[in-house]
């Protein structure tokens, strides 16, 4: 279906169709950069190519692009986005301001195959994969908003929408390629954080390829069995062997590793589940993102503050690093997929563009 879209199409082949056509290579960069660094949606955007090459581009090319669908304001400032692909299918984005930073939360598949019991995006099963172009799509429309409405380019970026990064391994990198080189989005990969449910194959492929972008791992439980339940892909990906990933994406990266760790009443927050996430982060230097679970998720409620206060001074005792994460636009169910849900499900629209 996007096998001929000119987002897919090779150096090699554009050089090819270039030649046969009598076009000059300097003509290649010109569309490279409207389509990577500019990030244009249409060939017709395209200025400094001559009308008669932009024909040619269209007789032989589609360019598929996702739209935004719907876009709903919090009362706390986080902007969700639906976004509509190509092929009708919705994902979701969050602009979260924050300060000086606007950050961008994006998504990598169509659902998600993985089935963590308290995730939204779990309960909908898997649709497909994105496409790296699908990835970026979802910056560059966020990116024009973020100008539009707080005045300033996004900052930063967390994989933390719908889907496991890490399960479309190949089209997230290519993604991250682009947004982080020279002729595409020149960010720094300082500034995105890839968020993975802890597949330690590909954890140790990260290594190996001395990945530059901040690795953040949705822990949540660190004890073995019930990990298992509440995330099943825990079974194929045991936490002794997450443990010996990231001990092992340490050595090769020498980077710290983010612990993400929602915290939900009476599953993973008694001080046993905290003595035990801190025999977990022994093995390498962490931070540990505490989450406030948004609770629209039944039967799994969130934390309470005394549960939730407990639990952070242990890990302080312990001389951890520890921050209390609220979630951010609860009003809007803005944690991963459940908007999309919502609509599905036939949520009420608030704003639709
Ligand atoms: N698949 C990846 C990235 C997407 S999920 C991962 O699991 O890390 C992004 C984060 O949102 C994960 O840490 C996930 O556990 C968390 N999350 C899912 N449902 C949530 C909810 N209802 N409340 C708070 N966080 C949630
Ligand atoms: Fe998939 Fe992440 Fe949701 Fe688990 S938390 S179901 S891995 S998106």
Redesign the pocket.
């Known amino acids: 279906m996007y096998q001929n879209d000119i987002r897919e199409v090779s150096e090699e082949q554009l050089i090819q169709f270039f030649s046969t056509i009598g076009e000059k290579p300097f003509r290649i960069k010109q569309l490279n950069s409207w389509l990577w660094e500019k990030n244009v949606h249409g060939f017709d955007l395209m200025q400094n190519l001559p009308k008669t090459l932009i024909e040619k581009l269209k007789k032989q090319f589609t360019f598929l692009v996702s739209r935004i669908g719907q876009e709903v304001t919090s009362q706390d400032g986080t902007v969700k986005f639906i976004f509509r692909l190509h092929d009708n299918h919705l994902i979701e984005g969050v602009l979260i301001p924050s300060g000086k930073r606007v950050t961008a939360c994006i998504s990598s598949q169509v659902g998600?195959k993985?089935?963590?019991k308290f995730?939204a995006?779990?309960s909908m099963g898997f649709t497909r994969n994105l496409r790296a172009w699908e990835i970026i799509d979802q910056y560059a429309l966020m990116n024009q908003r973020s100008n539009e409405l707080f005045d300033q380019n996004i900052t930063n970026i967390v994989m933390m929408g719908?889907?496991?990064p890490l399960d479309n391994y190949e089209q997230v990198m290519k993604a991250i390629n682009i947004l982080t080189s020279p002729q595409g989005n020149a960010l720094s990969p300082s500034r995105i954080t890839l968020s993975t449910?802890g597949l330690v194959d590909q954890i140790r492929q990260l290594a190996d390829v001395q990945f530059k972008p901040s690795l953040a791992v949705?822990l949540h439980v660190a004890n073995n069995e019930k990990r298992s339940q509440l995330?099943p892909?825990n079974k194929k990906n045991p936490t002794h062997q997450l443990q010996s990933a990231l001990r092992y994406y340490h050595k090769q990266t020498n980077q710290r590793i983010t612990i993400e760790y929602v915290l939900i009443n009476g599953i993973n927050d008694s001080l046993a589940d905290a003595e035990e996430l801190a025999q977990f982060c022994r093995a390498f230097p962490v931070k540990i993102n505490l989450i406030q679970f948004n609770s629209t998720h039944p039967p799994y409620q969130k934390s309470t503050p005394e549960n939730t206060q407990r639990f952070i001074q242990y890990l302080e005792s312990k001389n951890m690093v520890v921050n209390l994460r609220r979630s951010r636009g609860e009003d809007i169910a803005a944690a991963?997929?459940q908007l999309v849900k919502k609509k599905a499900e036939g949520g009420r629209r608030k704003a639709e563009i």
């Open positions: 998600c993985l089935g963590c995730c995006t779990g719908m889907g496991e449910v949705s995330m892909a991963c997929g």
